[in-house]
């Protein structure tokens, strides 16, 4: 048996009768049979987009961490290499369970495309190539041929009025952008971005070339993952870091408060201690020299002397008083 024919065996025709058997059930509309089955498949790929999405956000909480290492390895790059997994196996992060859903998807898209160029037959000669995969024991011969048309579009060519390639490419660009890390290494912040651009602009270029149908997939393939994304990961890179701004407003009020304090403390110190001038002449000079003058007493402040005012002295009563 060649590849071919396993090929069809195995994958291709179990889409094409499914599609068929669906599009009967759901009033004979394509395009929510393209719609159902995405989400099927999906929800059975459920398991493995998760490692995915988990992977990435192990990712981003090492980002820092590799960042780091790479600049203190930055001459020796197998080191910088070792301790990159290293760091990866600590996180639990799998460098495959990024790639392991899109290398699954891949035949799935190209069955899908299959499917959608042979169901969507226009000549005898494409009915006679569907003849050979249908099943005979399923009602699927009197199903055929489907209706093409699902809302403005022809499912069987691409979209003439650009809506779709839009879609497909910014919901594309939408699921990149919430898997973005933020990273403060240039070169790994020029690689972000150039597969933040990239590949939006491939899907809708494509989307422009192959039939609408397989586009209408990837639509709504872009629109599940990040519903997905958005509960494991939430919006990620989509929403920038905030600045967390510290409310100070209530130490400012105490401060003011202390200040008042300590304003009042030293009106009243001033109105009741007399310095004398000798004391004064001497602070003065301990001043300048900067040093701490200290003798049995204690230090310099405790040996002042302080003279209370009498109340309801003045300066004759002091007078008489010499």
């Known amino acids: 048996m060649s590849i ?3 090929w ?3 994958i291709l025709n179990p889409f094409i009768n499914v599609l068929i058997v669906l599009s009967d059930y759901l009033f004979n509309s394509f395009g ?3 719609i159902l089955l995405t989400i099927i498949i999906r929800g059975l790929m459920y398991p493995l987009t998760l490692k995915q999405l988990r992977a990435s956000k192990a990712m981003q909480s090492i980002q820092a961490q590799v960042a780091e290492v790479r600049k203190k390895y930055e001459k020796d790059k197998q080191k910088a290499a070792q301790e990159q997994m290293r760091l990866m196996k600590e996180s639990g992060m799998n460098p495959l369970g990024c790639l392991l859903p899109m290398l699954i998807q891949l035949p799935i898209w ?5 499917s959608i160029i042979r169901v969507l037959a226009v000549s005898p000669e494409d009915f006679l190539g569907l003849s050979q995969h249908l099943y005979s024991s399923w009602p699927v011969f009197s199903l055929v041929p489907l209706e093409n048309s699902f809302l403005w ?9 650009l809506i779709l390639p839009i879609l497909v490419g910014g919901s594309m660009w939408v699921q990149q952008k919430m898997m973005m ?3 403060t290494d240039p070169k790994q912040r020029a690689q972000s971005q150039m597969m933040l651009w990239m590949m939006p602009m491939m899907f809708a270029f494509l989307t422009l070339t192959f039939p609408s149908g397989l586009a209408l997939y990837w639509l709504t393939s872009n629109v599940i993952s990040i519903v997905m994304q958005y509960f494991v990961t939430g919006w990620g890179g989509l929403v920038s870091p905030k600045t967390v701004k510290r409310d100070t407003s209530d ?3 105490k401060g003011r408060v202390a200040r008042q304090e300590v304003s009042v403390a030293e009106d009243d110190l001033g109105a009741d201690i007399v310095v004398p001038s000798s004391a004064q002449e001497e602070g003065t000079e301990h001043g300048k020299s900067g040093g701490k003058r200290q003798d049995r007493r204690g230090s310099y402040p405790t040996r002042l ?3 209370r005012r009498k109340p309801g002295g003045s300066r004759g009563q002091r007078r008489k008083g010499r």
């Open 4 to 6: 071919g024919e396993i």
């Open 8 to 10: 069809n065996l195995i």
């Open 32 to 34: 929510l049979t393209i």
């Open 110 to 114: 190209i069955a899908l495309y299959m």
């Open 153 to 161: 579009l022809n499912l069987a060519v691409p979209d003439p009025w």
């Open 181 to 183: 890390t933020a990273t």
């Open 251 to 253: 130490t400012r009020i």
């Open 305 to 307: 002397r302080t003279t």
